[in-house]
């Protein structure tokens, strides 16, 4: 690989590393001597985990890239400071509200009054959630090549520190004290390379501030996540069992490649367009229809394909999870349009903030409805649903209100052609799942 890469390209191979851990140590699980309701206990922690933190770190971590810049060199040494401070307090915060509410939180999130390794989870969480500010620090610090250093680290040591002892026949708690050991050295690499860059001064003029910029992002990556969260709270609440956690876990993933480029296409592509339109609506039409060719025909295989592979790349007892995975796929057909970079590009982040308000609403309906119609696929198709009414209606506002049509950013030609060759691929293959 040549390391003239940009943050753009770095960020792209970050987060399909961080994917393809996760992916990788399912499947190793699948493979392993653990039980189905043992990889049950580990999603629904990795659940909770995810619950308590993504949304708020997710909304911190974006508000620093429009805030950063604007600041003189020595108030961005002290910003950097106050920030560390900022995720660890939230960090503390969040793991006493784990530590005294225990029986409250897994009850109302995965519908289990105490899950084992409880305590060594949440203890991991507390170093673990500050670290998530390291490739952002190596971000606004235009350094690419260390992004790419530290998820090649962390994310390898991910699946050693969980796979490692069971392998070695220590059994799924040392897995857990494998994580705690890993929370510590990403909480280490953290300091170590956020006190390259501080000040130790604290400024509450700056934070107010960036106050104002992140909180925003904050309740929009909250509404975002909230479908995921949603989903898996109503496998919980419905089933009760920790089998039919795994199985949903294991199915309800989007093509990983698929987050990866479209989410680093539309960050990247978001300064163009407020900068010159015209020229970028073009730009985002082409590179669009670049993802097209590679990410729909591979959907498109995956779909044919998965109920083969799926047992075989986990075991038998996941066989189920291939029908919610096929679900899933047509997720990408939403995840290929661009409207949303364009409303943000404008400014108008309250209108989006509305339109996700609706699309959480209708997610919550269609998820209660179709889960006792067609169970764990009836789940997944509320999400798919929802997150088209979230893209159809951004683009219908872009018309109406700002004069810009669909076509203008989209090869709608091409977008249909591929739409309709992947639904119509799902409903041919999924067709006894409707009739039984």
């Given at each position: 690989?040549?390391?003239?890469?940009?943050?753009?390209?770095?960020?792209?191979?970050?987060?399909?590393?961080?994917?393809?851990?996760?992916?990788?140590?399912?499947?190793?699980?699948?493979?392993?001597?653990?039980?189905?309701?043992?990889?049950?206990?580990?999603?629904?922690?990795?659940?909770?985990?995810?619950t308590v933190s993504f949304f708020w770190i997710?909304?911190?971590?974006?508000?620093?890239?429009?805030?950063?810049?604007?600041?003189?060199?020595?108030?961005?040494?002290?910003?950097?400071?106050?920030?560390?401070?900022?995720?660890?307090?939230?960090?503390?915060?969040?793991?006493?509200?784990?530590?005294?509410?225990?029986?409250?939180?897994?009850?109302?999130?995965?519908?289990?009054?105490?899950?084992?390794?409880?305590?060594?989870?949440?203890?991991?969480?507390?170093?673990?959630?500050?670290?998530?500010?390291?490739?952002?620090?190596?971000?606004i610090h235009d350094l690419p090549k260390r992004?790419?250093?530290?998820?090649?680290?962390?994310?390898?040591?991910?699946?050693?520190?969980?796979?490692?002892?069971?392998?070695?026949?220590?059994?799924?708690?040392?897995?857990?004290?494998?994580?705690?050991?890993?929370?510590?050295?990403?909480?280490?690499?953290?300091?170590?390379?956020?006190?390259?860059?501080?000040?130790?001064?604290?400024?509450?003029?700056?934070?107010?501030?960036?106050?104002?910029?992140?909180?925003?992002?904050?309740?929009?990556?909250?509404?975002?996540?909230?479908?995921?969260?949603?989903?898996?709270?109503?496998?919980?609440?419905?089933?009760?069992?920790?089998?039919?956690?795994?199985?949903?876990?294991?199915?309800?993933?989007?093509?990983?490649?698929?987050?990866?480029?479209?989410?680093?296409?539309?960050?990247?592509?978001?300064?163009?367009?407020?900068?010159?339109?015209?020229?970028?609506?073009?730009?985002?039409?082409?590179?669009?229809?670049?993802?097209?060719?590679?990410?729909?025909?591979?959907?498109?295989?995956?779909?044919?394909?998965?109920?083969?592979?799926?047992?075989?790349?986990?075991?038998?007892?996941?066989?189920?999870?291939?029908?919610?995975?096929?679900?899933?796929?047509?997720?990408?057909?939403?995840?290929?349009?661009?409207?949303?970079?364009?409303?943000?590009?404008?400014?108008?982040?309250?209108?989006?903030?509305?339109?996700?308000?609706?699309?959480?609403?209708?997610?919550?309906?269609?998820?209660?409805?179709?889960?006792?119609?067609?169970?764990?696929?009836?789940?997944?198709?509320?999400?798919?649903?929802?997150?088209?009414?979230?893209?159809?209606?951004?683009?219908?506002?872009?018309?109406?209100?700002?004069?810009?049509?669909?076509?203008?950013?989209?090869?709608?030609?091409?977008?249909?052609f591929y739409s309709l060759i992947l639904v119509?691929?799902?409903?041919?293959?999924?067709?006894?799942?409707?009739?039984?």
């Amino acid at each position: 690989m040549s390391f003239e890469i940009n943050n753009v390209r770095a960020l792209q191979i970050f987060q399909i590393l961080r994917q393809g851990a996760a992916i990788l140590i399912s499947i190793l699980l699948a493979k392993s001597m653990l039980s189905t309701e043992e990889i049950g206990i580990f999603e629904m922690l990795t659940f909770i985990g995810t619950t308590v933190s993504f949304f708020w770190i997710s909304g911190l971590s974006q508000g620093i890239l429009p805030f950063f810049p604007k600041l003189t060199s020595d108030a961005q040494k002290q910003f950097l400071f106050n920030l560390f401070l900022l995720f660890c307090g939230i960090s503390l915060f969040v793991f006493v509200l784990l530590f005294f509410f225990e029986k409250s939180i897994t009850q109302f999130l995965v519908s289990q009054t105490s899950l084992p390794y409880y305590k060594i989870f949440i203890t991991y969480l507390l170093f673990l959630m500050p670290s998530f500010l390291v490739e952002y620090i190596y971000l606004i610090h235009d350094l690419p090549k260390r992004i790419l250093r530290f998820g090649m680290t962390v994310f390898t040591l991910q699946i050693l520190v969980v796979i490692l002892p069971i392998v070695l026949g220590w059994g799924l708690e040392w897995s857990f004290y494998g994580l705690l050991g890993l929370g510590l050295f990403r909480f280490g690499w953290l300091v170590l390379a956020i006190s390259k860059f501080w000040e130790i001064n604290w400024d509450f003029s700056s934070m107010k501030k960036y106050y104002n910029i992140a909180i925003p992002l904050v309740l929009y990556a909250l509404l975002s996540s909230f479908p995921t969260i949603f989903d898996n709270w109503v496998v919980g609440w419905f089933y009760q069992d920790k089998e039919q956690f795994a199985i949903f876990r294991y199915g309800a993933r989007e093509l990983p490649l698929a987050i990866a480029l479209a989410n680093a296409l539309s960050t990247a592509m978001i300064p163009d367009v407020a900068k010159n339109l015209n020229v970028s609506l073009v730009i985002l039409k082409q590179r669009s229809l670049n993802l097209y060719h590679i990410l729909f025909p591979i959907s498109i295989v995956l779909l044919l394909t998965s109920g083969w592979w799926f047992p075989l790349v986990f075991n038998s007892d996941f066989a189920e999870s291939a029908n919610v995975f096929n679900v899933f796929l047509l997720v990408v057909i939403s995840r290929l349009i661009f409207p949303q970079t364009i409303l943000i590009a404008l400014g108008k982040t309250k209108t989006i903030l509305f339109i996700s308000i609706l699309e959480t609403l209708l997610n919550v309906v269609l998820s209660i409805w179709l889960v006792q119609v067609y169970g764990l696929v009836g789940i997944a198709f509320g999400t798919v649903l929802a997150f088209l009414f979230e893209k159809i209606t951004i683009a219908f506002y872009l018309k109406t209100k700002e004069g810009i049509h669909f076509s203008s950013y989209t090869p709608v030609s091409w977008f249909l052609f591929y739409s309709l060759i992947l639904v119509g691929v799902y409903f041919w293959k999924s067709f006894p799942i409707f009739i039984n």
